[in-house]
């Protein structure tokens, strides 16, 4: 009896261990299928995306390739750019990823998204060219990410102080490297004759520094500027001078953001952006040696005129200069058409209007006198607002017979008007606009109008916007208040910086206003004593 209760307490004990041990093990597969569950793999095949072709292919590249858009990535994905993810070997410039140029990734990826995509649009036209001029005069390749921060690489680009083209040359700089800026071209604006400028200049810059950040630095803020910088701090790390003040912000921040836009250039879709909407520039050149109309060409080659100025955009004019030695860019495969269809017209039908020099003062009713034709029709030819020719200089004169041709119609439209050596001072114009609007920096207009004051132009003031002209003491006086004029005080004066402004002081404006305070209320009018 006592060996069957023996024998029942120990099935019972073996049967509830058996229950234990499958519970435990239920529990530990119900955690691994929670934690790991199982994951499909799933192959991604990632086609080639186009653009990028190899450098000296540029001028192969097909215009009727459609780019593949269907493999972009996530918009919010970006580039962890450590020390153990970032390859040096993807550039041949160095590369410094600090908080500067993290935060200027940041700033054209994340809160100027749509500024890049532009820029990215534009620089496809024009980056295959310049990186092969840049390998063909030995340079590294990422520098053609240059004009990202120059331009947005904008041909047409004109900033406040004077500089022009992609690589916004100022025009003292532009002559030492040979690009022109007359009346029928600014070279600074030829895509390839500036390219090979600011190649040159940036290869004389490296060469003196041995260092391409401050070579950089130096084609932005000036060659002197970064040269005392390096002296008087005595070193020649790029970073290391600019936490000091001597440079200026735009120059310290030049360098941080050329470096980014060249990160995210290389990395465009990894940051979200499309491929470019643009086709890579493809063209032949044709040696002209007489001037020829722009809209006779699109004519003959049944193309845009459109298409013609972006392939020429240093010409100022819808006529080429009457020089033997201007190449004209036309599209691709069609220079033996050309040159057949040119040598068959007479210089006449290739130009349709002629070309006078004027003197300076000329009548133009003696110019029509001469050639048969209207006044009217030689001020709308030209854009004239006068009836004398303000100073010497080409202007075109119409032939009657070709007048209402389809070449004609839009002629005037694309011809800007003639400078004037004086510009009179209208409603709402400042120093800056005068000088921006006349290719001049604020300086130069300055030093242009002898004893100006930018603080008292007024309405019908005479300014001095041509440096050829002369000056002449009777020309231009000092403008002086010969009466009490009032002022609208706007948030921020204080009697001390209205007094300054117009060269007064505070007791007389206290004394004519009868203020007891200094307190001023913005949006309220105060008499300024002459």
Not at 176 to 196: P, Q, S
Not at 372 to 398: A, E, Q
Not at 498 to 524: D, M
Request: net charge positive.
């Amino acid at each position: 009896m006592k060996k069957l209760l023996v024998l029942f307490f120990l099935s019972l004990l073996f049967i509830s261990c058996s229950l234990i041990d499958l519970k435990t093990q239920t529990k530990q597969n119900i955690h691994n299928i929670q934690s790991n569950p199982p994951v499909k793999k799933v192959e991604i095949v990632k086609k080639p995306i186009l653009p990028p072709l190899k450098d000296d292919e540029f001028i192969l590249f097909s215009p009727n390739i459609n780019f593949e858009t269907s493999l972009l990535f996530d918009k919010s994905l970006s580039l962890d750019l450590t020390s153990e993810t970032f390859n040096q070997k993807d550039y041949d410039i160095p590369i410094v990823v600090n908080a500067r140029v993290k935060y200027f990734i940041k700033r054209y990826t994340k809160l100027y998204p749509v500024t890049f995509q532009r820029w990215l649009n534009n620089a496809n036209k024009y980056i295959y060219i310049v990186k092969d001029i840049f390998r063909r005069m030995e340079l590294p390749t990422d520098l053609a990410c240059l004009p990202f921060a120059e331009s947005g690489f904008d041909v047409y680009a004109y900033s406040w102080a004077g500089a022009s083209g992609m690589w916004q040359f100022m025009e003292s700089t532009g002559k030492i490297y040979g690009l022109k800026n007359n009346f029928w071209v600014d070279e600074r604006r030829d895509f390839e004759k500036a390219t090979i400028a600011a190649a040159k200049y940036l290869k004389y810059l490296y060469e003196y520094f041995n260092d391409w950040y401050l070579a950089i630095a130096a084609y932005n803020g000036g060659f002197y500027k970064v040269l005392k910088a390096t002296q008087k701090y005595k070193t020649k790390n790029f970073f290391k001078i600019s936490k000091y003040r001597f440079l200026k912000q735009e120059t310290k921040d030049y360098v941080p953001k050329f470096i980014a836009l060249t990160i995210i250039y290389k990395n465009y879709l990894e940051y979200g952006f499309e491929p470019p909407q643009t086709d890579p520039l493809i063209y032949d050149k044709i040696k002209l040696n007489q001037p020829v109309n722009l809209y006779v060409i699109a004519d003959l080659l049944n193309t845009e005129f459109e298409k013609l100025k972006e392939l020429n955009p240093s010409l100022k004019k819808p006529i080429t200069p009457p020089n033997d030695n201007f190449e004209l860019r036309i599209p691709y495969g069609t220079k033996l058409f050309l040159e057949k269809k040119i040598a068959e017209l007479s210089p006449e039908e290739l130009l349709q209007v002629k070309i006078y020099y004027a003197k300076k003062k000329e009548k133009l009713y003696k110019i029509a006198r001469k050639f048969g034709v209207s006044v009217s029709s030689i001020k709308r030819l030209n854009n004239l607002r006068y009836d004398f020719v303000l100073f010497s200089g080409p202007i075109f004169i119409p032939i009657k017979k070709y007048e209402k041709s389809l070449a004609m119609q839009n002629f005037a439209n694309d011809i800007n008007a003639v400078t004037p050596r004086i510009y009179i001072v209208r409603k709402g114009d400042t120093l800056y606009n005068i000088a921006h609007k006349y290719g001049l920096s604020v300086y130069e207009l300055i030093k242009l109008n002898k004893g100006i004051n930018p603080r008292l132009i007024r309405p019908g003031d005479p300014i001095i916007v041509s440096k050829k002209y002369k000056y002449r003491k009777k020309r231009y006086k000092r403008y002086t208040l010969t009466k009490n004029r009032k002022y609208l005080i706007r948030k921020g004066d204080t009697l001390w910086s209205i007094a300054n402004k117009f060269n007064t002081s505070v007791e007389k404006i206290k004394k004519t206003n009868k203020l007891k305070t200094t307190l001023l209320i913005p949006g309220t009018y105060i008499t300024i004593p002459n």
